[in-house]
């Protein structure tokens, strides 16, 4: 069994930046492909962002290209999230997840993450 934790969200004004922090404990988290969500009030849960095992291959939907970057530290079991230029539509929980899958393929899919961890708020004021 795995425990995510994420840390890092709070309150910040448009293009203000944050980095958050997802800690996993229970089993090294190096042989799973982590992945980023966020779930704004009274949407779906989207898809953010994806890292490799090794980190060596990212992801990111449109939306977030050239702002947010995903990056792990397996020494540490732990993945990063470092959003820049937010923007006020970028408020929304945002959650870690551990991906069940190393096939790359269909990677925004939450069915595949097998673990997830319960949220940190971010909120982008205009």
Same mark, same amino acid.
């Given at each position: 069994?795995? @425990? !995510?934790?994420? /840390?890092?969200?709070?309150?910040?004004? $448009?293009?203000?930046? !944050?980095?958050?922090?997802?800690?996993?404990?229970?089993?090294? !988290? #190096?042989?799973?492909? &982590?992945?980023?969500?966020? %779930? $704004?009030?009274?949407?779906?849960?989207? =898809?953010?962002?994806?890292? #490799?095992?090794?980190?060596?291959?990212?992801?990111?939907?449109? =939306?977030?290209?050239?702002? =947010?970057? *995903? /990056?792990?530290?397996?020494?540490?079991? +732990? *993945?990063?999230? @470092? &959003?820049?230029?937010?923007?006020?539509?970028?408020?929304?929980?945002?959650?870690?997840?551990?991906? %069940?899958?190393?096939?790359?393929?269909?990677?925004?899919? +939450? $069915?595949?993450?097998?673990?997830?961890? %319960?949220?940190? %708020?971010?909120?982008? /004021?205009?």
């Amino acid at each position: 069994q795995v @425990q !995510l934790v994420e /840390s890092g969200g709070g309150l910040v004004q $448009a293009g203000g930046s !944050l980095r958050l922090s997802c800690v996993a404990s229970g089993r090294t !988290l #190096s042989n799973n492909a &982590m992945g980023w969500f966020r %779930q $704004a009030p009274g949407k779906e849960r989207e =898809f953010v962002g994806r890292i #490799s095992r090794r980190g060596g291959r990212t992801y990111y939907v449109d =939306f977030v290209k050239g702002r =947010f970057t *995903v /990056s792990r530290d397996n020494d540490k079991n +732990t *993945v990063y999230l @470092q &959003m820049n230029s937010l923007k006020p539509e970028d408020t929304a929980v945002y959650y870690c997840a551990a991906d %069940q899958d190393s096939n790359p393929v269909n990677v925004a899919t +939450t $069915a595949r993450y097998e673990y997830w961890g %319960q949220g940190t %708020q971010v909120t982008v /004021s205009s």
